[in-house]
Structures are given as C-alpha cells and as structure tokens.
C-alpha cells in the first residue's frame, strides 16, 4: 500500500479525538447512497409505469389494428391476412376480430359491454395471462352455451360467477340486419389486468359466436398485427393501409391511445434535471467534507510537504478519498435501491387506484442499466469535485501550514 492510501485511509476513518471527521465521512457517505437510490427508484418506476401499460394495451389488442372505414366489415379476411403476413417481414403475427358494444343482463343487472369475438387459432393477444378464475377456452362444444370471459369489476356489478347465465343482446348496425339478436352465454372465466378501462367494458367469446350475435356472416370487424418491433408500427400502418386500400383503416397503439403515451412520456422529461440535481447535491456533500478534512489536517499536510512529499502525493490522498466515499455510497445505494425495489415487487406495498393508474400498485423494471448509468455518474461526479480540495491541499505552502496550525 502506497503511503498516500494509507494516509487517505487514515483521514477517512480517524480515531479517538477525531470523532466529528468520521461523522462528517459517513454523512457524505449517506448522501451519496440516497442520492443514487433515489435516482435508481424513480427510473425503475418510469421503466415499470411504461412496460406495465405498453404491455397491457399490446395484451388486450395489438401493436397495429386494422378496422373498416365507418366500422364497415371487412370480408375475404383470411385472403387479407395472408397479404399482410406476406407483404411485411415486421409482422410477427396478424390475428382476425370482431368487436363491438352490446348489452349484457344478469339476474340482478343489466350493463354495456364491448364484446370481442377471438379466433382461438390466430389469439395474438395476451388476454389470457389476466384470467385469475375459470378458464380463457372460448370454442365450445356442440349444443353447448356460448362462452364468455368478463372482467373482476363486470362480474362484480353484475353478481356473475364462474357457470353462470347472462344474456347478451347484440345491437344491428343497419336496417337490413334487423333490430338485435339475443343469445345466451355462459361465463366460464374471470380476468383482472388493473386497467378499468378493459376491466369495466370488455367481454370476450369465440370469433363464430360474435359473428352469429352481431349477425356478420363470415366478415369480420378488423385484424390486430402484432409487429417484432413496435417502433415500426407507425411506418407498417401507413404501408398496410396502401396495400390493403378502401375500406381498411389502419391504426397503431399509439394513436390509438394517444393521452396515454404522451402521459409517459410527459412523466420521463424532467428525469435529466432530477438525475442531475440529486447527484450534484451528493457531490457537494463529497466536496463539503474533504475540504473540512483539508483544514483539520492543514499541520500534517505541511509536515507531509516539508518531509518531502510532493503537492501531486498530496493531491492523491484527497482523490482516493472522495473515490473511496463515492464507491462506498454507491454500492449501499444500489444494494438500498434493490432492496426497495424487490420488496415492491413481491409485496406490492404501494398500491395504486386502478380507475387513475391502469394498475393496481406502483410497478418496478429492475434493469441492470440503471444501476450502471447512476453508478457511473455518481462515482465519476465525486471523483471530478475531490479535485478541488485536492488542489487546495496541493497549494499549501508548508511553513504557512505549519504555521497556521
């Protein structure tokens, strides 16, 4: 060990007598620790808030949906399909629907639903991954009922249960199909994402069964394509469109739920400031401290020089210091912030109201590259302002410090 580490050492951790030194490291210590934790906190609950609802809304429909021009529907589907699958290398999968409002009475109620009728063979959605009771098993069996999938909050309202009856009355949209048609379903499963805007309105059944209620022969009301990247869904849209022509109306996820995304985005601007503001408050507690140190040990640093120690040995001791409270802080805030953050995830203590939040407790993204980015910034911040109580150190002259002491 080089004389100037141990002598960093020993400023550092100081013995008896030399309490309020110690004191003062251990704060800057702490400062450091919280400031990065805080930082790795509030980029896991952005990266959560964005994953949670980018997979959600990804789950109940796609990255791209294509419906009809004033929701005509849309024939020869399987021929579309093909077209798109084959036209665009993007297109991980397209999946056939139909979706539209319709009224659902049980014994005790009657409310509006948005039914959706699903080609189990084509599912792309991740609708299933939310079904807490029952099963997601829309195809029935001949001389069976019709089977249906609502929401926890749906079947609350309606005090449905899993086998229960309910009646569905599917509204004609032109004279031609008549008034409605009224078909029994049988409830066999129950699903709760956390999003009231799904939880409160969607219903789901089989593809057959939706056309039969909504009376469309074999049209369907739109496609839902599911993109290997969804940063391309804008430019796919556009060309799916111009293949597909009159009456298909393309629409991404993102325009689709435009208030949405631009909330999260909104949320992740003043990230830089804040990241910046945090660290540079913990940097000023690393500068604070080591120039405290420089003047409690101005006499030692005058024997130091006057023994023949050089101002760059001098400048090394201060260095290592501010690096040693920079990687000590840095490592019990990462270690601070994933503790935080794991207990979030398994015990989810801070709940959320599902009606504002789309979810029902705050989520966390634990990424390694947040520890990285924060880690990395704290350490090389700190390390950059020991520079200047460092050169101060450098700067003294030895009979003045001696003297002064």
Sequence with gaps: MSYSAFIARRYLWSGRGRGFISFITAIAI?????????????????GGFEREITDKVVGFTSHIQVQGFQHQPLMNYTKHIATIQDSFPLVMAVGP??????LIRSKE????????????????????????????????????????????????????????????????RSVEQGQMRVM???????????????????????????QTIFQLGNAVTGYEVLLTKADSAEIVAGRIQDILGYPH????????????????????????????????????NTIGTLLMMVLDKTKEIGILMSMGATRWSISRIFLRQGLVIA???????????????????????????????????????????????????SIALCVLCSIIPARLAAKLLPIN????A
Excluded at 30 to 46: C, H, N, P, Q, Y
Excluded at 188 to 196: C, F, L, R
Excluded at 352 to 361: A, E, G, Q, R
Aim: aromatic share 10%; charged share 20%; net charge neutral.
């Design 30 to 46: 702490i400062g450091v620790a919280l400031g990065g934790a805080t930082l790795i906190v509030t980029l896991s609950v952005l």
């Design 97 to 102: 629907y139909v979706a539209r409002e319709a």
């Design 401 to 404: 410090a001696i003297r002064f």
């Design 109 to 172: 109620n009657v409310d509006g639903i948005l039914l959706k009728g699903i080609d189990m063979g084509r599912d792309i959605t991740h609708s299933r991954r939310y079904v807490m009771e029952g099963s997601y098993d829309l195809d029935r069996e001949p001389g069976a009922l019709a089977k249906l999938v609502i929401g926890k909050k749906l079947a609350s309202r309606l005090a449905l249960r899993i086998g229960d009856k309910a009646t569905v009355f599917g509204i004609a």
């Design 327 to 377: 990687v000590i802080g840095t490592i019990l805030g990462d270690l601070l912030a994933f503790g935080l953050c794991y207990a979030q995830l398994e015990f989810k203590i801070i709940t959320l109201p599902s009606d504002i939040y789309f979810m029902t407790s705050v989520p966390i993204l634990l990424r390694l590259e947040y520890f990285l980015l924060v880690s990395g910034l």
């Design 249 to 284: 109306y393309a629409r991404t996820m993102f325009q689709t739920y435009r208030n949405l995304f631009s909330w999260i985005a909104l949320q992740k601007k003043p990230v830089p400031i804040i990241l910046g503001l945090v660290i540079i408050v913990a940097t000023v």
């Design 184 to 210: 029994q379903f049988r409830v066999t499963g129950i699903y709760e994402s956390g999003m009231a805007e799904y939880d409160d309105v969607y219903a789901f059944t089989s593809l057959a069964d939706a």
